[in-house]
C-alpha cells in the first residue's frame, strides 16, 4: 500500500489511500469495453472498482482485497445510462470481500453509451463501535512501572484528533507487548532516525492492530527492526510484539499509544480507554506512574 501525506502529527507522510484518500478515476465506452477484456479494469489493485456487463444492465462491483474492512465513496459520470441507485455510493466492504454496489440500465439500447467512476477509500469501518467498557493492558512487561510523559487532551501533540493518545516513557529497547487481541494490519521497522524536528516526522516506526469491534490500536516511535509479528497475524492481549524506540518526531524515547476509528471523510480519531493496572481498572493521567498487571 502506497504510502500517504497524513497518519498524525509526527507521522505526516504516512498513509493517504487509507486515511484521507486518492480519487481513481475510471472512464469507458461502448468501444472501449468491446476492445478490451473486462479483467484489464479489474486489476490487481487492493482495492478495485469492476463493471460486469449484462444484456440489459450493468452491473458495478467494489472488490477490497484487503486484510481489513475499507470505507469507499464512489462518483459516477454516466451517458445514456440510468440507475435507480443512489450516488454517490458511500459504504463499507468487509475484507477479502466483493459487494455489487450499482445497477446500471441502457436508456436506449441503440445508442452508443458512456461510463465514467471515481472512488477513494480509507482503512477501516466508519460504522465502527467501541467496546467502551473493555479494560486494555498495559503496553509494557508485568511487573514494571512507567509513566505517561504526555497524556489526554495535552497542549504539546496530543490535542485534535489525536487527544486520545498516550506516551509512556519507556526506554529504547523496552519490550512492548499488545494491550488487546487482534490482527496485525501493517508496520513499519525500516527507520533508525529521530528528533524534535520537522525532517523526522515521516520516520517512525510503528505497529497497527485491528481489534474485533473495528478499531485500531497504534504503537509507535518503536526501533528499528523493532517489531516481531506479521502483517495478517493474529495476535493476543499480553503477547510480546515489539520494542519501544526513538524513530520519528521525538523528543526522546518513549511508546505512543493510540487507540482509535475511521472517521467520516477520511482520517481517525482518537478515542479514550480504560486500562488494568496493579491498583485497578482505571483512566491513565498524564504525570502519574502505572504498573503492568
Given at each position: 500500500?502506497?504510502?500517504?501525506?497524513?497518519?498524525?502529527?509526527?507521522?505526516?507522510?504516512?498513509?493517504?489511500?487509507?486515511?484521507i484518500g486518492?480519487?481513481?478515476?475510471?472512464k469507458?465506452?461502448?468501444?472501449?469495453?468491446?476492445?478490451?477484456?473486462?479483467?484489464?479494469?479489474?486489476?490487481?489493485?487492493?482495492?478495485?472498482?469492476?463493471?460486469v456487463e449484462?444484456?440489459?444492465?450493468?452491473y458495478v462491483?467494489?472488490?477490497?482485497?484487503?486484510?481489513?474492512?475499507?470505507?469507499?465513496e464512489?462518483?459516477?459520470?454516466?451517458?445514456?445510462?440510468?440507475?435507480?441507485?443512489?450516488f454517490?455510493?458511500n459504504?463499507?466492504?468487509?475484507?477479502n470481500?466483493?459487494?455489487?454496489?450499482a445497477?446500471?440500465?441502457?436508456?436506449?439500447?441503440?445508442?452508443?453509451?458512456?461510463?465514467?467512476?471515481?472512488?477513494?477509500?480509507?482503512?477501516?469501518?466508519?460504522?465502527?463501535?467501541?467496546?467502551?467498557?473493555?479494560?486494555?493492558r498495559?503496553?509494557?512487561?508485568?511487573?514494571?512501572?512507567?509513566?505517561?510523559?504526555?497524556?489526554?487532551?495535552?497542549?504539546?501533540?496530543?490535542?485534535?484528533?489525536?487527544?486520545?493518545?498516550?506516551?509512556?516513557?519507556?526506554?529504547?529497547?523496552?519490550e512492548?507487548y499488545?494491550?488487546?487481541?487482534?490482527?496485525?494490519?501493517e508496520?513499519?521497522?525500516?527507520?533508525?532516525?529521530?528528533?524534535?524536528?520537522?525532517?523526522?516526522?515521516?520516520?517512525?516506526?510503528?505497529?497497527?492492530?485491528?481489534?474485533?469491534?473495528?478499531?485500531f490500536?497504534?504503537y509507535?516511535?518503536?526501533?528499528?527492526?523493532?517489531?516481531?509479528?506479521?502483517?495478517?497475524?493474529?495476535?493476543?492481549?499480553?503477547?510480546?510484539?515489539?520494542?519501544?524506540?526513538?524513530?520519528?518526531?521525538?523528543?526522546?524515547?518513549?511508546l505512543?499509544?493510540?487507540?482509535?476509528?475511521?472517521?467520516?471523510?477520511?482520517?481517525?480519531?482518537?478515542?479514550?480507554?480504560?486500562?488494568?493496572?496493579?491498583?485497578?481498572v482505571?483512566?491513565?493521567?498524564?504525570?502519574?506512574?502505572?504498573?503492568?498487571?
Amino acid at each position: 500500500m502506497p504510502k500517504s501525506i497524513y497518519k498524525y502529527s509526527y507521522l505526516l507522510a504516512a498513509f493517504c489511500k487509507k486515511y484521507i484518500g486518492v480519487w481513481y478515476l475510471q472512464k469507458l465506452s461502448l468501444v472501449a469495453f468491446m476492445l478490451m477484456p473486462l479483467m484489464l479494469f479489474q486489476g490487481n489493485e487492493p482495492v478495485s472498482v469492476f463493471k460486469v456487463e449484462g444484456e440489459d444492465e450493468i452491473y458495478v462491483y467494489v472488490r477490497n482485497r484487503h486484510i481489513y474492512p475499507i470505507t469507499i465513496e464512489v462518483q459516477f459520470e454516466l451517458e445514456n445510462l440510468t440507475s435507480q441507485d443512489q450516488f454517490p455510493f458511500n459504504g463499507v466492504i468487509d475484507a477479502n470481500d466483493q459487494q455489487k454496489i450499482a445497477t446500471l440500465s441502457y436508456q436506449n439500447k441503440s445508442e452508443s453509451w458512456k461510463y465514467g467512476s471515481r472512488y477513494r477509500y480509507f482503512m477501516g469501518d466508519i460504522h465502527a463501535k467501541h467496546d467502551s467498557f473493555y479494560a486494555y493492558r498495559l503496553p509494557f512487561k508485568k511487573g514494571l512501572a512507567y509513566r505517561v510523559n504526555q497524556g489526554y487532551n495535552s497542549t504539546f501533540t496530543h490535542k485534535d484528533n489525536l487527544s486520545y493518545s498516550l506516551d509512556f516513557d519507556m526506554p529504547e529497547g523496552g519490550e512492548v507487548y499488545a494491550a488487546r487481541d487482534g490482527l496485525v494490519v501493517e508496520f513499519e521497522e525500516s527507520n533508525n532516525l529521530g528528533g524534535p524536528l520537522d525532517k523526522y516526522m515521516d520516520k517512525a516506526n510503528y505497529l497497527t492492530i485491528m481489534h474485533s469491534d473495528g478499531t485500531f490500536a497504534d504503537y509507535i516511535h518503536l526501533k528499528k527492526d523493532g517489531v516481531l509479528v506479521e502483517t495478517g497475524q493474529e495476535i493476543r492481549r499480553g503477547q510480546l510484539i515489539g520494542y519501544s524506540g526513538n524513530t520519528g518526531f521525538t523528543t526522546g524515547p518513549h511508546l505512543h499509544f493510540t487507540v482509535k476509528k475511521t472517521k467520516q471523510g477520511g482520517g481517525f480519531v482518537s478515542l479514550p480507554v480504560r486500562f488494568h493496572t496493579i491498583d485497578g481498572v482505571m483512566k491513565l493521567e498524564e504525570g502519574a506512574l502505572y504498573t503492568a498487571y
